[in-house]
């Protein structure tokens, strides 16, 4: 049983002079945003009618600052701000349902 023990702690620290040697990075858990909050803004207007919109409070698991951005329903989006507000007209009428993405700003690939 003490074989076992020391044989598995010469393995470990085996591993990490692999690794130290190796220069991979240390290992870093894998950073999570959280879902911004519903935007708020006007649920009707008319064509052409700028409307503002506001979000707010997503965050990140590895405390890095967070961007925004808008689904205006419409096919297309505002772009990644670091603003939790953002204003969009229509051209055509309809019902548009306004979503809210965040994304981290150091980790920009991750939505």
């Not at 040697?21 to 064509?47: D, F, K, L, R």
């Not at 701000?81 to 981290?104: D, F, N």
């Amino acid at each position: 049983m003490k074989r076992c023990s020391v044989l598995a702690a010469i393995l470990c620290i085996l591993a990490l002079l692999l690794v130290s040697c190796t220069g991979a990075p240390p290992y870093s858990p894998p950073e999570v945003i959280s879902a911004p909050s519903t935007p708020n803004g006007p649920s009707t207007g008319s064509i052409t009618q700028v409307s503002a919109y506001i979000t707010g409070g997503a965050t990140s698991s590895l405390r890095h600052s967070v961007q925004y951005r808008f689904n205006w329903g419409d096919g297309s989006y505002s772009d990644w701000s670091s603003s939790t507000s953002a204003s969009h007209s229509w051209s055509s009428p309809g019902k548009y349902m306004v979503e809210a993405q965040a994304r981290s700003s150091v980790n920009s690939g991750i939505l």
